[in-house]
């Protein structure tokens, strides 16, 4: 594609293209962020292209997507084997407006790796705040705005209590002052066996 967009090849007069017309058709590609085209003579053309580096993965509607950093979808370009397995670590964020905001949060989360290495999505949550979900199904609910001062207090919470390996269901962190920890309902009690329930 880079080769097409250029516009010129080997035994194609240097002087024979426009070096602005081939970095715009360049800039152009959907995987592309910017890019330089320069002609050194006698015979050279050097291209140097900054890529839109994905930095997660997009669930929006049923539909998933590469993103880069400012939100936008990036092409994956029919990566196969190891490329596509390294395109599946990336995060997984969920949900309308979820791209968008999405940097900020993977940034906050990378600070603390402790807690990153547990988290398997990131769920915007009415287009203003997250919840994020772990390996083992708890939900984390985190505060509007106050991000990375929750996750921090999260890692805190794991380095001296273990929490993030505690079976939950849910950790509520929306309050800056407390934590509120829903416990699993008790399983229901075993019905008495027949034996049980005869008379001596």
């Excluded at 097409?4 to 152009?28: C, K, N, Q, W």
């Excluded at 291209?47 to 930095?55: A, G, L, Q």
């Excluded at 029919?78 to 390294?86: H, V």
């Excluded at 805190?156 to 509120?180: A, F």
Aim: net charge negative; charged share 20%; no cysteine.
């Amino acid at each position: 594609e880079i080769n097409e967009a250029l516009g010129t090849g080997i035994g194609h007069p240097i002087f024979g293209f426009s070096v602005e017309a081939a970095r715009t058709r360049i800039d152009a590609l959907p995987f592309v962020d910017h890019a330089t085209v320069e002609r050194h003579m006698p015979d050279t053309v050097v291209i140097n292209i900054t890529e839109r580096t994905p930095i997660a993965v997009w669930q929006d509607h049923g539909h998933f997507s590469l993103i880069n950093r400012a939100g936008e979808e990036v092409p994956d370009q029919g990566l196969t084997g190891k490329n596509a397995e390294a395109f599946l670590r990336l995060p997984l964020v969920v949900g309308d407006g979820a791209n968008s905001a999405a940097a900020f949060m993977i940034d906050a989360l990378s600070a603390q790796p402790v807690v990153k290495s547990q988290v398997t999505a990131l769920i915007r949550v009415g287009s203003r705040r997250w919840d994020m979900t772990l390996r083992d199904g708890t939900t984390i609910l985190l505060p509007e705005g106050a991000e990375a001062a929750a996750l921090a207090r999260l890692a805190q919470y794991e380095g001296s209590m273990r929490l993030l390996e505690r079976p939950v269901p849910s950790i509520d962190l929306r309050l800056p002052d407390r934590m509120v920890i829903h416990q699993a309902p008790p399983p229901p009690p075993s019905p008495p066996t027949p034996d049980a329930q005869k008379q001596p």
